[in-house]
């Protein structure tokens, strides 16, 4: 098993990434990947220690996972169980418990780890996109980049937070 370390690489020889958002799910849980082009640090205390708000919208085949870390902008990460390669099942949601979520900071243009964040979805909101990913399941791959890029023409990312199926936050 890898550790992670603040300051060190995220991932071994790997020293540029694309700036961006990545979210998946593994056996292991969920992860969050942020690439940020050389992170400051409001943006690094925002993600380590600000309020997380989370949510995410449903179109077609795509889920779009939004996340606001303290006075951040709001960021999307589109989401399909199909591209979740470490994935076999899903896990139970009980009550009083949710996903847990690693957060990472990335430098993208370093590939240094900057932050490193647990943060668990409440019950209500697991439960609820665990049923959509296992609809999701369903659902052909086919288009789902067609549907993506149809949802980015028609929306913003805070047009998204408003048409959101749910929001909660972490303090």
């Not at 979210?23 to 205390?45: A, Q, R, V, W």
């Not at 960021?75 to 591209?83: C, E, K």
């Not at 996903?99 to 243009?109: E, H, P, Q």
Request: hydrophobic share 40%.
């Amino acid at each position: 098993m890898k550790t992670l370390e603040v300051g060190k690489l995220f991932k071994e020889g790997v020293i540029r990434y694309s700036e961006g958002i990545r979210f998946d799910i593994t056996d292991s849980g969920c992860n969050l990947m942020l690439y940020f082009n050389e992170p400051d640090s409001t943006e690094i205390e925002c993600v380590q220690r600000g309020e997380v708000r989370y949510g995410y919208y449903k179109e077609n085949n795509v889920i779009m996972l939004l996340f606001k870390f303290g006075t951040l902008q709001w960021i999307d990460a589109p989401y399909s169980i199909h591209l979740s390669k470490n994935l076999t099942e899903l896990q139970e949601i009980k009550e009083g418990l949710g996903f847990a979520v690693n957060v990472y900071l990335i430098d993208a243009r370093t590939g240094v780890l900057k932050a490193i964040r647990l943060i668990s979805f409440s019950t209500r909101f697991s439960q609820m996109l665990k049923s959509d990913i296992e609809n999701q399941k369903e659902l052909t791959f086919e288009n789902f980049d067609l549907n993506l890029n149809n949802i980015y023409r028609k929306y913003t990312t805070n047009q998204l937070v408003k048409l959101a199926k749910v929001i909660d936050k972490i303090k």
